[in-house]
């Protein structure tokens, strides 16, 4: 996130924000998980903060050993390759103050702390998936035609599955 400062029309990081807002005296009144939360913005770039929808602090279940920092992501994909780079976040996160004993990284909304709500009458009915055009389906069979047997079919099958669902949305 930016904000243009109309002064010096320059763009300011929104953790930079924070920071001059609040200052050293106002991080001292905050939780670990909202410190851990601040550290994990502060210490990544615009994609982790952009694809970030929570970050907080799970026990580790073993007595004397630090939290483990859990953040969710708003992408599967994402969140798989920074769990492969875990090691680079865990060493961010600790320059940033924050010990933490591992980092996991998960995908969707962070978990509610509240009851859930009472489900309305408006609901979604799921709609069937519609079918892929000819030119479509060649398209996916030249992109996968060059992978193992096992592979392709994987691969086919979520491509298609995505293409699918990109196009009832698009309806």
């Known amino acids: 996130m930016a ?3 109309g002064a010096n029309r320059g763009v300011a990081r929104a953790g930079d924000l924070v920071g001059a807002l609040f200052g050293a005296a106002g991080t001292s009144k905050l939780s670990d998980a909202q410190r851990a939360a601040r ?6 770039g615009d994609r982790e903060r952009a694809h970030t929808t929570g970050v907080w ?8 050993v630090d939290p483990i920092m859990v953040v969710r992501l708003d992408s599967g994909l994402l969140a798989q390759e920074l769990g492969t780079n875990k090691d680079l976040y865990l060493a961010r996160i600790a320059r940033a103050g924050i010990a933490v004993s591992d980092i996991r990284f998960d995908v969707g909304r962070p978990p509610s702390t509240s009851r859930p709500k009472a489900p309305t009458t408006a609901t979604r009915v799921p709609s069937k998936p519609r079918e892929l055009s000819a030119l479509e389906l060649e398209r996916v069979r030249e992109l996968t035609s060059e992978l193992p047997d096992g592979l392709r079919q994987s691969v086919s099958r979520a491509m298609c599955a995505t293409l699918a669902r990109r196009k009832l949305e698009d309806t």
């Open 39 to 44: 550290a994990w913005f502060q210490a990544n």
């Open 3 to 5: 904000v243009v400062d």
């Open 57 to 64: 602090l799970r026990k580790s279940g073993r007595a004397g």
